[in-house]
């Protein structure tokens, strides 16, 4: 029922990780910074899991009159937000004093970042989605040129707002249309509307779709709405490039999972081919364009194009029936490819030296002799991007391909498995250069690579657990499998 109870539990987290975002900006000591921020999203998360433990099965709590619900599928994507952003505070350690970046700045504006993030997942009205993007991408903005004296990171801000604006833009004439359709942008109004539309407005309707799609498209970076992906993740400082390319994607995914399965679906005749024919050209796209980069941040950016369109696969599989299973490979998904991303961009943030001059795939040479371990980081990163069992990237592909060839798309599976294929030469052309070229690259500075190690085998060993008994044939490592089973608790308190 609607109403305008508050639930502290429920709303705590967010509040916390706000405050304190706003707090830090009047500290100036760094060991004080990365603390108090790392302990305020230990508490976060505490919170959280707490309210979740302690709640009903199938809780849902409605609040603010229908703006915010929070339940099973809000707090899970409350903990994996607030986890990729302590792995980035722990891998950004060394990071940010080395390159002389503002920190006060940098921490404030990465918490009120995620606290833009923590809303979106139980936004349940389209001004609460809106304002809950706008809060996380003006920080992310400001984040992509914190090197201040670096052009290139100064460029990839300035083309990162600017492209932003346009499709916060295009999201609220979407909003704009649908409410003009409907008279509601609450996601249940929006159902109803769906389930039985007056058909002098539904087109109405259908245009608002189309536009929320096109500006969503932008936030995952799906073709055609990509071209900004390569060029501001490489401007970015490499912690920061993780902390978009993981808890950003988590962030929109989780927003439009909701949104196309509880206020779009009773249309989903109308959308889904849409939805189809874009994760085949992101797909391509990506994958295509990724064969040709020298950049190894210019690589993950397209790689990232390519991985957003094996989810947007998922959301061509979402019903009333099994949408649960469609959803829960998704978020299985996100989870595996969060892990990857930011181990990557941690390791990358130390190899590049000050400066980030060492970014070119050919710089890895040697690092297999030099850094064994953190070369197996990688080289398991990579395994579990191409889909190599018994990787957490393995059973996320696996899970989602069933999910699509159930729901009578064999052919997008078809495509999304060819796609996979195509992806092993650029994955592997990184492990081939680490372990089999000779060093050119002078790694006796060993700054930075304790926290950097921490995070590589934190995020190697979760690869590997959610990958080892993901599925009932291989449970000898019983802890994979309440991942799954969580991922559908939640994803089912939706439908």
Not at 102 to 108: K, T
Not at 238 to 243: D, E, H, L, S, V
Not at 357 to 373: H, M, N, Q, R, T
Request: net charge neutral; proline share 4%.
């Amino acid at each position: 029922m609607m109403n305008m109870e508050i639930h502290w539990l429920s709303i705590l987290p967010i509040i916390i990780v706000m405050v304190t975002g706003l707090g830090l900006t009047f500290l100036r000591t760094p060991a004080l910074l990365g603390g108090l921020s790392l302990s305020a999203l230990a508490l976060a998360a505490m919170v959280s899991g707490v309210d979740l433990v302690q709640s009903p099965a199938g809780f849902k709590r409605v609040l603010f009159h229908g703006v915010v619900t929070f339940d099973a599928y809000s707090h899970f994507f409350t903990l994996l937000l607030i986890g990729c952003a302590a792995l980035t505070l722990v891998a950004a350690w060394a990071y940010f004093p080395r390159e002389k970046m503002a920190q006060s700045e940098v921490y404030s504006l990465l918490m009120l970042s995620l606290s833009g993030m923590l809303i979106l997942p139980a936004a349940t009205h389209l001004i609460a989605v809106f304002i809950a993007i706008e809060i996380m991408s003006i920080a992310i903005y400001a984040l992509v040129g914190a090197r201040r004296m670096d052009m290139k990171s100064n460029e990839s801000s300035l083309k990162y707002f600017l492209l932003g604006s346009f499709a916060s833009g295009i999201i609220l004439y979407g909003i704009a249309l649908t409410y003009g359709a409907a008279g509601s942008i609450q996601f249940d109004a929006l159902r109803d509307f769906a389930a039985s539309p007056d058909p002098a407005r539904l087109p109405l309707f259908i245009a608002g779709i189309a536009m929320l799609v096109i500006g969503f498209g932008f936030k995952v970076a799906a073709a055609p709405f990509h071209a900004w992906t390569p060029d501001v993740y490489e401007g970015a400082p490499a912690p920061i490039t993780g902390f978009m390319a993981t808890a950003v994607k988590a962030a929109s995914f989780a927003f439009i999972l909701r949104t196309m399965a509880v206020a779009f679906l009773p249309v989903k005749a109308e959308w889904v081919e849409v939805v189809a024919a874009l994760a085949v050209v992101t797909m391509f796209t990506g994958n295509i364009l990724a064969f040709v980069q020298g950049n190894i941040k210019r690589m993950l950016a397209y790689s990232s194009i390519a991985h957003t369109g094996y989810m947007m696969m998922g959301l061509t599989a979402l019903s009333n029936q099994e949408g649960a299973y469609a959803g829960a490979a998704i978020l299985y998904y996100l989870v595996a490819y969060c892990l990857t991303n930011i181990a990557l961009f941690a390791a990358i943030g130390f190899v590049s030296k000050q400066g980030e001059k060492l970014v070119e795939i050919e710089d890895l040479a040697g690092l297999g002799a030099k850094f064994p371990g953190l070369s197996l980081v990688i080289a398991i990163c990579m395994a579990s991007l191409i889909g190599i069992p018994p990787t957490a990237g393995f059973f996320g592909k696996y899970f989602l391909f069933s999910a699509v060839i159930q729901q009578g798309y064999a052919w997008l599976a078809v495509i999304g498995i060819i796609n996979s294929i195509l992806s092993v030469y650029y994955y592997l052309r990184v492990v081939v250069v680490m372990y089999f070229k000779e060093p050119r690259a002078d790694w006796s500075d060993m700054t930075g690579l304790v926290p950097v190690r921490i995070v590589g085998v934190f995020c190697a060993v979760m690869i590997v657990w959610a990958g080892v008994g993901a599925t009932s044939l291989l449970y000898l490592v019983p802890g994979a499998q309440p991942l799954m089973a969580w991922a559908k608790t939640s994803v089912a308190s939706l439908f």
